[in-house]
């Protein structure tokens, strides 16, 4: 129920005095235009600032007579004794109907008698809008059609379309007046051809008007639209490599809900179902080789239609382990080359090239590190401790024959006799050798 009361937008200043104007100048009802919902309540109020106990009286456009003073004077139950006064005189009309607009008079019984008009309006309430046109399914790039309507608006209302919570403003407006040529019946309607981007969203059909106290009246369609399946192919991995494990991945999304999908390599079945398996809408090949280069095609199909993506599958080697490199610091101004060769087996060399297992997994017959480590480390130890043997004989030998040298020169007269006399040392010394180890 809403209630409006009426209130007076002039009112004259009261007089200083306590004592009463008298004579009829200055007395003047004054009243306001009232504005109330249909099965609201109306207020209509008449006031007179300087009265001399002169009556008032309400009458309605039909000019019959409802309040004069505090008495009543129709029966009707709707109306009903608010204020009276020598200086006021308020009445209330509950549950106003359309019928009830009109001019209403309040009158002072002066000589002569005075009036002031009230005009009421009565506001109709548009009904809650219906959205028609929509069938469930629609088919993707359909033209679409929905009409907005709703009854009883006084004044007509207006009609808003949203989509996606977007106000659409390509419409069509159409007023018709009710039989009752007081309201209105006003519609709306909206075209626009669909894709799969409209199936789940909500058109809102809005109802605006000023009886509604900015709370809008609203209808909601909720689009299904289907739509033939789109495809996309998914590796778990960018970049394949042979000996792993691969998955692709097919994405289909589509309108009704696309069936199993179909797998197929170069045109043909998968090869070899013992490594490719098929599981809902993933495809495992599990240790990758280059037999399983190729190009391979995912379809989707449901009851629109069918669509496929596809994916090249290139698989790569794995790249090679270099060994670490150990650099021995020089002791000594000799070379030394040192060859050494690694053998898996007995009838293989180190100079063999190895063949790969492409069923294998990556690293799974590496050289054993610890092993050629340690190899290594023993060749260079033997080779240090030859070396440094060498050297200590070498200088041994060297000092031995300069001593010998410089004894067989002590006593010989000359160069010739000196020489003699070392090569006969030398020959004695043969007797007395001594040998270090």
């Not at 009463?20 to 919902?37: I, R």
Request: net charge negative.
């Amino acid at each position: 129920m809403f209630v409006l009361f009426l209130c007076n937008l002039s009112l004259v200043p009261a007089a200083a005095s306590k004592n009463k104007v008298k004579g009829s100048q200055g007395q003047f009802p004054l009243t306001q235009n009232v504005t109330v919902v249909e099965g609201g309540t109306a207020i209509l109020t008449c006031r007179v600032d300087q009265n001399d106990n002169t009556s008032l009286q309400w009458s309605n456009p039909a000019q019959q007579t409802l309040y004069f003073d505090d008495k009543k004077a129709l029966r009707d139950n709707r109306i009903e004794l608010v204020r009276a006064s020598w200086h006021e005189l308020s009445i209330s009309v509950s549950d106003v109907s359309l019928s009830d607009e009109g001019q209403y008079t309040c009158s002072l019984f002066t000589m002569p008698v005075k009036t002031s008009k009230a005009y009421l309006t009565v506001l109709g309430v548009p009904e809650k809008p219906q959205i028609s046109g929509f069938s469930s399914p629609v088919m993707e790039g359909d033209l679409m059609q929905l009409t907005c309507k709703t009854s009883g608006s006084k004044p007509a209302a207006d009609i808003r379309w949203f989509k996606n919570d977007k106000e659409i403003k390509d419409v069509k407006y159409l007023k018709e007046e009710d039989a009752n040529r007081k309201t209105f019946t006003v519609s709306s309607t909206l075209d626009f051809r669909v894709d799969r981007s409209d199936d789940g969203v909500a058109v809102i059909c809005r109802v605006d008007h000023e009886s509604l106290n900015a709370t809008p009246q609203v209808a909601m369609q909720v689009l299904e639209i289907h739509y033939t399946p789109s495809v996309k192919i998914i590796p778990s991995t960018p970049f394949p490599q042979e000996g792993q494990p691969l998955i692709l991945t097919c994405e289909s999304k589509g309108k009704p809900l696309p069936e199993p999908v179909l797998w197929t390599k170069d045109g043909g079945e998968l090869p070899d179902p013992d490594r490719m398996v098929v599981s809902g809408r993933e495809l495992n090949i599990l240790f990758l080789n280059k037999t399983d280069n190729g190009t391979y095609r995912c379809e989707a199909t449901n009851t629109i239609g069918q669509s496929s993506a596809e994916y090249v599958l290139i698989v790569h080697d794995v790249p090679n382990t270099l060994l670490p490199t150990t650099i021995i610091p020089s002791l000594t101004t000799a070379t030394v080359t040192t060859s050494v060769a690694i053998t898996t087996s007995p009838t293989t060399s180190a100079t063999t090239s190895s063949v790969r297992d492409p069923n294998a997994l990556a690293g799974q017959n590496g050289p054993d590190h610890a092993l050629i480590g340690g190899i290594v480390a023993v060749v260079v130890f033997v080779t240090l401790c030859s070396i440094f043997l060498l050297g200590r004989y070498l200088a041994r030998h060297k000092g031995t024959y300069l001593t010998n040298e410089a004894k067989g020169a002590e006593d010989a007269p000359d160069a010739d006799t000196a020489i003699i006399n070392a090569e006969g040392s030398q020959v004695n010394a043969e007797e007395k050798k001594e040998y270090f180890i």
